[in-house]
């Protein structure tokens, strides 16, 4: 960290000795349009992603915590992704949704529709991240709402349904509540994962199309590898961790109002 903060603060190519310049970089990419693009772009991802990732973990946990045949079975297939390749993950997704011969526009052709551009066209590209992120994830968001559920007494919910309160009202009012430090820890940990999203964008449309799904992390990247701009690049890097760390301390603080630890 101490040696990106000093890059940062230069003019360097990976190759020629560095060139002092403070605070150049910073200004340059606080001026810069394609900055705050990759930000732009970045948010959107989290926004979709975050939203996804957590009902749809938290409907599997749910599921998943009731006595099933072959639960443990499920819930090692649900988790299979996680431990899966990224680059995997990410070609993957890119054959299901390649919008000539994927399967799912194959399957959506069926209900006589017509599918999406999908990762070729820029405004489906980044939902196709935001579907293959999600998938991935889903698994990590699904252990850790279900070991929050089970650490919900059920007494508690035996109680309310003598009580005479619904299913619906028993997840609400008790469910959620004591369910709000694992919803905690994976807003957080979602959340930075979303900041530093890069391999699927890399993989799969390598920030295109037409710059659609240039986030920070892709920016970061190239700012390095292609154009030679490491000092920028560096810069970039403690933007981002300033932004991450701020979001991150505003959770933190917050959480006393939702967070029930009782």
């Given at each position: 960290m101490?040696?990106?903060?000093?890059?940062?603060?230069?003019?360097?190519?990976?190759?020629?000795?560095?060139?002092?310049?403070?605070?150049?970089?910073?200004?340059?990419?606080?001026?810069?349009?394609?900055?705050r693009?990759?930000f732009?772009?970045?948010?959107?991802?989290?926004a979709?992603?975050?939203?996804?990732?957590?009902?749809?973990?938290?409907?599997?946990a749910?599921?998943l915590?009731?006595?099933?045949?072959?639960?443990?079975?499920?819930?090692?297939i649900?988790?299979?992704?996680?431990?899966?390749?990224?680059?995997?993950v990410?070609?993957?997704?890119?054959?299901?949704l390649n919008p000539?011969?994927?399967?799912?526009?194959?399957?959506?052709?069926l209900?006589?529709?017509?599918?999406?551009?999908?990762w070729t066209?820029?405004?489906?590209?980044?939902?196709s991240?935001i579907?293959?992120?999600?998938?991935?994830?889903?698994?990590?968001?699904?252990?850790?709402?279900l070991?929050?559920?089970?650490?919900?007494p059920?007494?508690?919910?035996e109680?309310?349904?003598?009580?005479?309160?619904?299913?619906w009202?028993?997840?609400?009012?008790?469910?959620l509540?004591l369910?709000?430090?694992?919803?905690?820890?994976?807003?957080?940990?979602?959340?930075?994962?979303?900041?530093?999203?890069?391999?699927?964008?890399?993989v799969m449309?390598?920030g295109?199309p037409?710059?659609?799904?240039?986030?920070?992390?892709e920016?970061?990247?190239?700012?390095?590898?292609?154009?030679?701009?490491?000092?920028?690049?560096?810069?970039?890097?403690w933007?981002?961790?300033a932004?991450?760390?701020v979001v991150?301390?505003?959770q933190v603080?917050?959480?006393?109002?939702?967070?029930?630890?009782?």
């Amino acid at each position: 960290m101490a040696g990106s903060l000093w890059t940062s603060l230069h003019e360097w190519n990976l190759i020629t000795p560095m060139k002092w310049v403070g605070l150049d970089n910073y200004a340059r990419l606080l001026a810069s349009e394609e900055t705050r693009a990759a930000f732009g772009h970045t948010l959107y991802f989290i926004a979709g992603y975050l939203p996804l990732v957590y009902a749809g973990g938290l409907g599997l946990a749910m599921l998943l915590n009731r006595a099933m045949k072959g639960r443990d079975i499920f819930r090692a297939i649900y988790f299979l992704p996680v431990v899966t390749s990224w680059v995997v993950v990410a070609l993957l997704w890119k054959w299901l949704l390649n919008p000539a011969s994927g399967i799912v526009n194959w399957a959506i052709g069926l209900f006589g529709l017509e599918g999406p551009g999908w990762w070729t066209d820029p405004d489906w590209a980044m939902p196709s991240i935001i579907l293959a992120s999600a998938w991935k994830d889903l698994g990590f968001v699904m252990i850790i709402l279900l070991a929050g559920l089970q650490a919900i007494p059920n007494e508690y919910l035996e109680a309310a349904r003598v009580d005479g309160a619904n299913a619906w009202q028993r997840f609400r009012r008790i469910t959620l509540p004591l369910l709000s430090p694992s919803t905690f820890f994976v807003v957080v940990i979602s959340l930075i994962n979303g900041f530093q999203v890069f391999d699927q964008v890399h993989v799969m449309t390598g920030g295109g199309p037409a710059g659609a799904t240039q986030v920070v992390v892709e920016q970061v990247y190239n700012l390095t590898f292609k154009y030679g701009r490491a000092g920028e690049a560096s810069a970039l890097s403690w933007l981002l961790f300033a932004v991450v760390l701020v979001v991150t301390l505003i959770q933190v603080r917050g959480q006393r109002r939702w967070v029930n630890y009782g």
